[in-house]
């Protein structure tokens, strides 16, 4: 079986002096969708974050950019709005994420490499780039945070490292993020785990009463469900034959079903619920109840809708 090949990014070097790295590409990009961060909405810290860096380095604009696969996105922007992201082959930072330290170029229409780039050839026809990489904790370039202008610029060595300070914080707070999502979703995880256990129990629970209480004369009278032959509907109200007693309470069908073991008794008839092992026969569209009163037997007609569910839980040879 052949080796699966893995693509890296080896860009060209845009000018001397800067130093680019070479990374696994399909390794950078799992990094970068670990942190679930591309196309969610603005976010507070990252926006301060932009604002922070325009402001030290002296720029209109700033941008925390994710590089994709075929495209830069962008987290936060101040000066640079109503963009949400470019084409990954006409950007810079694409080049910036990869050097190992700020990337600045002065005068972008200077630049033999940078000056084609249609962000500098045409409006908003930026000429001030500086960026720094923002580098996983493992190593991986995902994006840089950047500052740009439209006139020609240099950072003083405390600006410089200021945009360091700041995309090292970018990527700290990626990484808060990343644990609170995680943690959001290993809580959801066991919500839904905590909901099944309930569930489930309270399945048990029903399956297994052997008994229910009804309202009877302003009293609550016990009735063992296993004396209970069938249920009958009538009007708002339903017959409880259970032993030689008939029990007349105010419920509905439905109700009734959820509190009777469900694997005991089944629904045969909008009007009648019976219990399972008081059936004697099936004859045509009924079914034969033992009512239990002097081996007295009743049919019950079966609803067509019940049929195929009721033959489904007789034990047919």
């Known amino acids: 079986m052949p080796a699966k090949t893995r693509s890296t990014t080896r860009p060209p070097q845009p000018f001397p002096g800067v130093s680019l790295r070479t990374v696994d590409e399909t390794e950078r990009l799992e990094a970068l969708r670990n942190y679930q961060i591309l196309d969610t909405p603005p976010e507070t810290v990252f926006d301060d974050l932009v604002k922070l860096a325009a402001y030290i380095c002296g720029t209109p604009t700033s941008l925390v950019s994710m590089i994709d696969a075929d495209r830069q996105w962008y987290k936060a922007s101040t000066g640079f709005e109503g963009q949400e992201s470019t084409p990954r082959n006409v950007t810079i930072c694409q080049y910036a994420m990869l050097a190992e330290d700020v990337m600045e170029v002065e005068d972008l229409s200077k630049s033999s490499f940078f000056g084609d780039i249609p962000v500098v050839a045409q409006d908003p026809k930026i000429r001030f780039y500086a960026g720094a990489p923002l580098i996983t904790p493992e190593g991986y370039p995902i994006g840089t945070l950047c500052a740009l202008d439209t ?17 090292r914080e970018v990527v700290s707070h990626l990484e808060l993020r990343r644990a609170r999502v995680q943690l959001e979703q290993e809580q959801r995880k066991l919500d839904g785990l905590l909901r099944m256990a309930n ?47 008939r029990h007349t309470v105010y419920s509905t069908m439905k109700e009734l079903e959820t509190k009777l073991p469900v ?27 033992d009512t239990g009163r002097a081996g007295a037997l009743m049919p019950v007609p079966i609803g067509s809708s019940y049929k195929a569910a009721l033959l489904s839980r007789l034990n047919l040879v």
Do not use: C, W
């Open 151 to 167: 006139v020609p610029h240099r950072l003083s060595d405390e600006q410089r490292e200021a945009l360091r300070v700041l995309a």
């Open 199 to 245: 569930d489930t129990a309270e399945s048990l629970y029903m399956a297994s009463r052997t008994e229910i209480f009804i309202k009877q004369d302003h009293k609550l009278v016990r009735v063992n469900t296993a004396d209970i032959r069938y249920v009958e509907a009538l009007g708002d109200y339903v017959n409880i034959y259970a032993g030689q007693e």
């Open 263 to 289: 694997r005991e008794f089944a629904r045969v008839h909008r009007k009648y619920i019976v219990r399972l092992d008081r059936i004697t026969a099936i004859e045509a569209d009924a079914v034969v109840v």
